[in-house]
């Protein structure tokens, strides 16, 4: 199994990124999947979910509003729309996929598959 994140780069404040996740070896319609993001000397935290069975999706309060995670299972990718971004949202960007958890989780608990990450810069 591997998953492959993309799409990062540099933006400016109240700009747009969309970030993808493809994965080779998994069904992402059969997996909860999620982005997470970890900023330098930060611990990796929880951005967004999309569940496998009817796509109900959660996000961490700092995003809500201005991501959204959407999965394309025609193929078989899952995509996360970034906009009004803000210098904050700077970090590195995971893709992660797994079973067994919650709607609700925030948690890396679970998340057994791990794309390698796309930088996202927030900068003027």
């Known amino acids: 199994v591997q998953l492959q994140a993309s799409g990062g780069g540099l933006a400016q404040p109240g700009g747009s990124l969309r970030l993808s996740c493809a994965a080779s070896g998994l069904t992402f319609s059969s997996y909860t999947t999620g982005w997470f993001r970890q900023a330098p000397g930060k611990e990796r935290g929880f951005v967004a979910t999309i569940r496998w069975h009817g796509g109900t999706t959660y996000y961490a309060d700092s995003v809500k509003g201005r991501f959204t995670i959407s999965r394309d299972n025609a193929k078989n990718t899952v995509h996360l729309q970034m906009n009004g971004l803000k210098p904050e949202d700077t970090a590195v960007y995971y893709c992660?996929?797994?079973?067994?958890?919650?709607?609700?989780?925030?948690?890396?608990?679970?998340?057994?598959?791990w794309g390698q990450g796309t930088l996202v810069t927030v900068s003027s």
């Open positions: 992660a996929s797994g079973r067994g958890i919650t709607s609700t989780s925030t948690t890396l608990q679970g998340y057994n598959y």
